[in-house]
């Protein structure tokens, strides 16, 4: 592949347009809109979304997790704590989410702090995931160096092994983050990249919005 094969690659966004007369009244109650448009039009894993933390010396990192609650509160989703998100978090909890719902020609970008969920939460999500994800969050030690996948498969068997047919309980580094938006931005592309984004920003207990240009 050459530059110019990246360069000439274009498509031009036509499925439609965002006016600030679609907007609902507050961006979470347009999020599961929007949301529901993107299960019903089929799209692989659509809470499937980006986080974008920094370190405390602002050393960037992105990663996608999938989105595993939404309210009034925020967005929420889970984790292994001392993995590097985990670890950014906690000690700076500005972050960023990112849904790329492409074949929509849509974008919702969140921006916001984290803040850890209560053990009652961890333990009752944890308590509802498949027996392979419980297994899987005692052998992987998230983001640490391992010497091949035969550790990881070892781990994995060792772990089978030791709670058998028995509850998994929820490991100790095992918790989750429910993001408090300050912002949220709808992007609809539009023809000629002249594309919507309307943007709620936190106004004191409500939203204002605005739109920006393209």
Same mark, same amino acid.
């Given at each position: 592949?050459?530059?110019?094969?990246l360069?000439?690659?274009?498509?031009?966004?036509?499925?439609?347009?965002?006016?600030?007369?679609?907007?609902?009244?507050?961006?979470?109650?347009?999020?599961?809109?929007?949301? /529901?448009?993107?299960?019903?039009?089929?799209?692989?894993?659509?809470n499937?979304?980006?986080?974008?933390?920094?370190?405390?010396?602002?050393?960037?990192?992105?990663?996608?997790?999938?989105?595993?609650?939404?309210?009034?509160?925020?967005?929420?989703?889970?984790?292994?704590?001392?993995s590097?998100?985990?670890?950014?978090?906690?000690?700076?909890?500005?972050? /960023?989410?990112?849904?790329?719902w492409?074949?929509?020609e849509?974008?919702?970008?969140?921006?916001?702090? /984290?803040? +850890?969920?209560?053990r009652?939460?961890?333990?009752?999500?944890?308590?509802?995931?498949?027996?392979?994800?419980?297994?899987?969050?005692?052998?992987s030690?998230?983001?640490?160096?391992?010497s091949?996948?035969?550790?990881?498969?070892?781990?994995?068997?060792?772990?089978?092994?030791?709670?058998?047919?028995?509850?998994?309980?929820?490991?100790?580094?095992?918790?989750?983050?429910?993001v408090?938006? +300050?912002?949220?931005?709808?992007?609809?592309?539009?023809?000629?990249?002249?594309?919507?984004?309307?943007?709620y920003?936190?106004?004191?207990?409500?939203? /204002?919005?605005?739109?920006?240009?393209?």
């Amino acid at each position: 592949m050459t530059s110019d094969d990246l360069a000439s690659r274009r498509e031009d966004y036509a499925r439609g347009g965002l006016a600030e007369s679609d907007l609902a009244d507050d961006p979470i109650t347009m999020f599961e809109r929007w949301y /529901a448009d993107a299960v019903d039009a089929g799209l692989h894993e659509p809470n499937a979304v980006a986080v974008a933390t920094a370190s405390v010396d602002a050393g960037p990192s992105v990663r996608f997790v999938l989105l595993k609650g939404v309210s009034s509160e925020g967005f929420v989703f889970y984790t292994n704590l001392a993995s590097r998100k985990g670890r950014e978090l906690l000690a700076n909890p500005r972050c /960023a989410l990112l849904f790329p719902w492409h074949p929509l020609e849509r974008q919702v970008r969140v921006e916001g702090h /984290a803040t +850890e969920l209560s053990r009652a939460e961890v333990e009752a999500y944890f308590a509802a995931r498949p027996r392979g994800s419980q297994l899987g969050a005692w052998a992987s030690h998230q983001s640490t160096v391992v010497s091949g996948r035969a550790e990881l498969d070892e781990a994995y068997a060792a772990v089978a092994a030791r709670f058998d047919d028995g509850d998994v309980p929820v490991p100790d580094e095992w918790g989750g983050f429910r993001v408090r938006p +300050e912002t949220v931005e709808f992007w609809q592309g539009r023809t000629g990249r002249m594309h919507d984004r309307l943007v709620y920003r936190r106004s004191g207990s409500g939203w /204002a919005t605005e739109r920006l240009a393209p």
